[in-house]
């Protein structure tokens, strides 16, 4: 009956590619002696898609007039001959002028239009389905919003990118113990291992995948702050390597630069936020399957606040 929920239930959270992204916004291109260090990076990285251009978008986004943009980060479970469900989420928009990055999660289990299948299902479903694509296009679809870039992330990537940044710190809420680590209340440092560990937990916490996403969002934003720290200079090597190995998008190394030349102010206010519902089971006619259900009325207020970020109620 809950089989596909208790399955899920059991996979490891991926911390996306926001990780890579806001490494490189905040400190990608360090100086012109790694300049090629990054250009091998990021060819690495590089995976076009085929999909044009938003058709919510009434003008291309130009970094150079430090346009507003969006990026869908994705964390998944890539098997031989499975690409896998991407089973976090987050959607960030970056507004320069307001100096402000958003960073929205979306639960796994959000039933959503599945743009190009003609039903409803999990929004993780549609990059099983149809990969980043059909993830971009049901993302943008339920929010109302373009999709302007996308970054995704190996599952087994997250650790080895906290390791190459020296570890993190995070401030935890509350003491809980989770496969044989005990994770003390307030500030505490993780290395790769233990920051996975730490993101991966859901059922000890009472606030159940909203506390998993909460500390997903805050080691991305502890590592960010790493990455961009003078000490990483000593170690970009690792990093970019870290990063080459585990992360794909479409962003091309001189998007890459123009951002971190136009856009590096927007990094230091991150807001994290997330959308609220609530869990139910529905029949889909032999079994009983979890969703979560946004109201209309909640979908409508997120859409509004992420076009005021992108500057797109003007």
């Known amino acids: 009956m809950r089989s596909d929920k208790h399955k899920a239930k059991r996979k490891w959270p991926k911390v996306v590619g926001i990780i890579a992204l806001l490494l490189l916004l905040g400190g990608g291109a360090y100086a012109y002696s790694i300049y090629h260090s990054l250009n091998k990076t990021v060819e690495t990285m590089s995976e076009k898609i085929d999909r044009p251009k938003s ?24 098997r031989s001959g499975d690409r896998g469900r991407s089973d ?10 307001e100096k402000t990055t ?31 694509e059909m993830a971009m ?7 109302d919003i373009p999709i302007d870039y996308y970054a995704k992330i190996n599952m087994e990537g997250f650790k080895d990118i906290v390791n190459a940044v020296g570890g993190v710190t995070v401030n935890n809420d509350f003491t809980f113990t989770y496969s044989g680590h005990t994770f003390n209340e307030g500030s505490i440092s993780l290395n790769g291992d233990e920051a996975l560990l730490y993101s991966r937990m859901r059922k000890l916490d009472p606030r159940g995948d909203f506390g998993r996403q909460a500390r997903q969002r805050q080691v991305i934003q502890a590592v960010i702050k790493e990455g961009a720290s003078v000490s990483s200079l000593w170690n970009y090597g690792d990093i970019f390597g870290a990063i080459g190995e585990n992360v794909k998008t479409n962003l091309t190394l001189d998007e890459m630069v123009d951002i971190q030349k136009n856009y590096k102010s927007a990094t230091k206010d991150i807001k994290q936020s997330q959308i609220a519902g609530s869990g139910t089971m529905i029949s889909n006619g032999s079994q009983d399957i979890y969703y979560y259900i946004v109201p209309e009325a909640e979908r409508q207020k997120v859409q509004s606040e992420l076009k005021d970020h992108l500057d797109l109620n003007e």
């Open 55 to 78: 058709e919510k978008r009434i003008e291309e986004v130009k970094f150079d007039k430090k346009h507003p943009f969006s990026v869908l980060l994705l964390g998944v479970d890539e």
């Open 88 to 97: 976090t989420m987050i959607v960030v928009t970056v507004n320069p002028h």
């Open 102 to 132: 958003k960073m929205l999660s979306i639960p796994r289990d959000t039933r959503v239009e599945i743009v190009g299948k003609g039903f409803d299902d999990k929004i993780n479903h549609a990059y099983a389905f149809g990969g980043v």
């Open 137 to 143: 296009d049901s993302v943008e679809q339920f929010l």
